[in-house]
């Protein structure tokens, strides 16, 4: 395994949209890996191809409780295909926004479906903090961050901290 970098706002890449995978291949497994050693390391719940520079729909996740067994799962091609009209406010943060978080509503339940590491068809529903991860690592497949889904000014105020906060760590260096 190896750790990849993980894009910061605002590269390019995390706009754009990415590609779907359809063949799974032993890359693919390679990057999962790569992509879950990254997500562990940073520490984060959710890592999403376009974050490490791989316009692949694919996505990593373990939403595990920290005191609790290790979950991790590998999300291919997925597409959201139900969400609940009830919709649930929670606080985000992203790893390509580093100590920058922000009340975002979304669906509190989504039904998604997506290919496993193994490339067999799946279908599950998520609530909680898993429906949250599901919806914002999709978001990523599609060039979407958390800070579209804030008001203009709380935008606003997460690009100047992110990019006070990105000075400091290279001052820092
Ligand atoms: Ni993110």
Redesign the pocket.
């Known amino acids: 395994m190896a750790k990849r970098k993980i894009l910061i706002f605002p590269n390019a890449s995390l706009r754009r949209k990415a590609e779907r995978v359809v063949k799974i291949t032993d890359r693919t497994r390679k990057l999962a890996e790569d992509m879950l050693e990254t997500m562990y390391d940073a520490p ?1 719940i ?3 191809g376009p ?1 490490v520079g791989v316009m692949q729909r694919i996505f990593v996740m373990d939403c595990s409780p920290k005191d609790g067994d290790a979950d991790p799962r590998v999300f291919i091609d997925p597409e959201l295909v139900w969400e609940s009209d009830e919709v649930e406010k929670r606080e ?6 580093p100590g920058q978080f922000a009340d975002v509503f979304r669906p509190a339940k989504v039904v998604a479906t997506f290919l496993d590491i193994d490339g067999d068809p799946k279908e599950e529903e998520f609530e909680g903090i898993h429906a949250r991860c599901v919806q ?2 999709i ?2 497949l599609n060039g979407k ?2 800070i579209d889904h804030v008001s203009l000014v709380k935008r606003q105020l997460i690009k100047r901290k992110l990019a006070k906060e990105m000075q400091e760590r290279r001052e820092r260096k």
């Open positions: 984060g959710g890592l999403a974050q985000e943060g992203c790893l390509s926004f914002h690592e978001d990523h961050l958390f």
